[in-house]
């Protein structure tokens, strides 16, 4: 056994972390900026909801595969309202879209369990990062959407 065993290693200093007084806040969104995430998350509840639309319409007896128009329209209205108080900048609605993301995150990673060709599990795969990749940067856009627009008084 001892000659398994490699150069004993020195403990590491920790390594120090700045405080959070050091820290910058978030700069605010200033009244027409629109970050790039932003305005992908508009553009996906956009384009969501014309599909829910166009589905719902051009579906032939609609309740046979469990759905109903009624139902279809109110999803799609609620996802016009997010893309519209995403687009004002509205704390809710990115919250709320990002809710909706983790559960689109969460659903795919059960569907890469049970995928049962290359071709969907790459394209769950594909999803998952996508929709982390966005939940991510809208944690940002959050973080300036609450930052106040004066500076902190010492």
């Not at 020195?10 to 978030?26: C, E, G, L, V």
């Not at 329209?73 to 108080?85: Q, Y």
Request: glycine share 8%; proline share 9%.
């Amino acid at each position: 056994m001892s000659g398994l065993s490699g150069p004993r290693e020195q403990p590491r200093a920790p390594q120090a972390q700045p405080d959070r007084a050091d820290r910058q806040p978030p700069r605010p969104l200033e009244e027409s900026e629109r970050p790039p995430a932003l305005i992908v998350s508009v553009g996906v509840c956009f384009a969501l909801a014309l599909g829910v639309i166009v589905g719902a319409v051009s579906v032939h007896d609609l309740s046979r595969h469990g759905g109903s128009l009624p139902g279809a329209l109110l999803l799609a209205f609620t996802l016009l309202l997010l893309a519209r108080g995403m687009y004002r900048c509205r704390y809710w609605a990115v919250l709320a879209f990002q809710a909706l993301l983790a559960f689109q995150i969460l659903v795919t990673s059960l569907a890469l369990v049970v995928a049962s060709t290359i071709l969907a599990a790459a394209l769950c795969a594909l999803s998952i990062t996508l929709a982390g990749w966005l939940f991510w940067k809208l944690v940002g856009v959050m973080a300036r959407i609450q930052a106040p627009h004066e500076p902190p008084r010492p």
